[in-house]
Nanobody
Framework: QVQLVESGGGLVQAGGSLRLSCAAS????????MGWYRQAPGKQRELVAA????????NYADSVKGRFTISRDNAKNTVYLQMNSLEPEDTAVYLC??????????????WGQGTQVAVSS
């Protein structure tokens, strides 16, 4: 099993910044990708940003490009999301997702419990 622990959410004024962290622990043979999703009330879950462990390539939702930055620390099995210039539309529960392998042949796809981000206008 692979567990994810998220931290860093909170309440911030528009224009402010927050940094989310997500640490993976447990039986991890290899991590392939790490990402952040968000879900606002009444809306579908959407990908915010993702990063691969091998090539460090990144992918961002159009709505956050230029404002959010995803990064990772492979040694700590941790992914970060630096969120700048926050807008009220960024208000949502942010969930961490990590995919990889627990053994050479067994895959895992784990989700964090979610952390609330609220941006006031």
């Amino acid at each position: 099993q692979v567990q994810l622990v998220e931290s860093g959410g909170g309440l911030v004024q528009a224009g402010g910044s927050l940094r989310l962290s997500c640490a993976a622990s447990g039986t991890i043979f290899r991590i392939n990708s790490m990402g952040w999703y968000r879900q606002a009330p009444g809306k579908q879950r959407e990908l915010v940003a993702a990063i691969t462990s091998g090539s460090s390539s990144t992918n961002y939702a159009d709505s956050v490009k230029g404002r959010f930055t995803i990064s990772r620390d492979n040694a700590k099995n941790t992914v970060y999301l630096q969120m700048n210039s926050l807008e009220p539309e960024d208000t949502a529960v942010y969930l961490c997702n990590v995919m990889g392998k627990t053994t050479l042949i067994r895959n895992f796809d784990s989700w964090g419990q979610g952390t609330q981000v609220a941006v006031s206008s």
